[in-house]
């Protein structure tokens, strides 16, 4: 069974640019949830798609969105990019509904706001 | 609301000796609980899981890890370290929120195995 994927893995941006991420979950996996990495903060949950519906969001501002395509494929958007949004961004899949199951995650998309 | 203390953010062994990476949680709920690994330049892969049953969990790589609901705890150990246990490793606790079940990650400990 392929993996997570992630594409881009690097991106470079400026400051005021917007970008968008893109996450291919494991086939079956109807959940998505998207995170943001750094040294300082550690791994914070930016939200979560469950059947094309955001199911659940952590506290990040507007700015960050995301949607997830009847494919289960997501896609998350970051505008008016800030230079503190430099991060690893990491999607994760999982079958989803039940505590126990364990996320899968991406290799993630380096993001440098300059 | 749960969450995940991991104690040290840095531990250093020699390769062959013991490896002990700390987790406590708080839960309100019985917990499930997670240790992932992180590789530089990759996502986190799932080492082992608690759901219920057994509270010592057999894990990849020759880690295993002990749920002690009194400590609220689930430390994470390995008898001999090699050096491509090098990485960092995130413990996590899963509740619900907001209608989902959302884990929780600590802030992670970065392993560090010395020849």
């Known amino acids: 069974k392929a993996g997570v994927t992630q594409t881009p893995r690097y991106l470079i941006k400026t400051r005021g640019q917007q970008v968008t991420l893109s996450c291919s979950p494991i086939s079956g996996h109807r959940s998505v949830s998207w995170y943001q990495q750094t040294p300082g903060q550690g791994l914070q949950f930016l939200f979560e798609y469950f059947s094309e519906t955001q199911r659940n969001k952590g506290n990040f501002p507007g700015r960050f969105s995301g949607r997830q395509f009847s494919n289960s494929r997501s896609e998350m958007n970051v505008s008016t990019l800030e230079l503190g949004d430099s991060a690893l961004y990491l999607c994760a899949s999982s079958l989803g509904g039940e505590p126990y199951n364990e996320q899968f995650f991406g290799p993630g998309t380096r993001l440098t706001v300059l | 609301a749960q969450s995940v203390t991991q104690l040290g953010s840095h531990v250093s062994v020699s390769e062959g000796a013991l490896v002990l990476l700390r987790c406590n949680y708080s839960s309100s709920v019985p917990p499930y609980l997670f240790w992932y690994v992180q590789y530089p330049n990759q996502g986190l892969q799932l080492l082992l899981k608690?759901?219920?049953?057994?509270?010592l969990v057999k894990g990849i790589n020759g880690f295993e890890a002990e749920f002690k609901k009194s400590e609220t705890s689930f430390h994470l150990t390995k008898p001999s370290a090699h050096m491509s246990d090098a990485a960092e490793y995130f413990c996590?606790?899963?509740?619900?929120?907001?209608?989902?079940?959302?884990?929780?990650f600590g802030r992670g400990t970065s392993l560090i195995v010395h020849p």
């Open positions: 608690y759901t219920t049953g057994a509270t």
């Open positions: 996590a606790v899963s509740g619900l929120s907001g209608g989902s079940y959302i884990p929780t």
